[in-house]
């Protein structure tokens, strides 16, 4: 049986499917949810983060890394939220990006587009490909892996 998806998740609503929380919940909400073949988020960066205090004072840049990260979440989100997906008393967690590319600096005032739309599981392991897009503009794409864990 899988999953209705009728409407935006808010916050609320993802970190109850989520482990993570603020100051590093960099996810805001679920826009689109197809069970076991997509989804995207969105996390809207508002300049009040405090990284960037020094990344990089009087020019703001979100740290690449943290758009992988976002990408993570994202993927959690999807192993958690699918049918058939990620049990819920395991942990997933990030093991590594494959296949990186940045291609536009994300700064306060741009709302990041999150989306997974590839995606391979062999027992407790997943890899995920997915972009980051600001507007119309592609902003970051790669391959991520994630394991779960007891």
């Given at each position: 049986?899988?999953?209705?998806?009728?409407?935006?998740?808010?916050?609320?609503?993802?970190?109850?499917i989520i482990?993570h929380?603020?100051?590093f919940?960099?996810?805001?909400?679920?826009?689109?949810?197809?069970?076991g073949?997509?989804?995207?988020?969105?996390y809207?960066?508002?300049?009040?983060?405090a990284l960037f205090?020094?990344?990089?004072?009087g020019?703001?840049i979100f740290?690449?890394v943290?758009l992988?990260e976002?990408l993570?979440?994202?993927g959690?989100?999807f192993a958690?939220?699918?049918?058939?997906?990620?049990?819920?008393?395991?942990l997933?967690?990030?093991?590594?990006a494959?296949?990186?590319k940045?291609?536009r600096?994300v700064?306060?005032?741009?709302?990041?587009r999150?989306?997974?739309?590839?995606w391979k599981?062999?027992?407790?392991?997943w890899k995920?490909?997915?972009?980051?897009?600001?507007?119309?503009e592609?902003?970051?794409?790669?391959m991520?892996?994630a394991a779960e864990i007891?």
């Amino acid at each position: 049986m899988s999953r209705e998806f009728t409407r935006a998740l808010t916050t609320k609503e993802v970190e109850e499917i989520i482990p993570h929380r603020e100051p590093f919940r960099f996810l805001d909400s679920i826009i689109e949810f197809e069970d076991g073949v997509r989804a995207t988020g969105v996390y809207t960066v508002t300049g009040k983060e405090a990284l960037f205090e020094g990344h990089f004072p009087g020019r703001p840049i979100f740290p690449g890394v943290l758009l992988l990260e976002s990408l993570a979440q994202l993927g959690v989100f999807f192993a958690r939220y699918s049918t058939g997906g990620c049990p819920p008393e395991k942990l997933i967690v990030f093991t590594g990006a494959d296949e990186v590319k940045f291609r536009r600096a994300v700064v306060p005032g741009d709302q990041i587009r999150i989306s997974m739309n590839e995606w391979k599981k062999r027992g407790p392991f997943w890899k995920l490909n997915g972009d980051i897009r600001v507007g119309d503009e592609l902003a970051m794409s790669a391959m991520i892996t994630a394991a779960e864990i007891d």
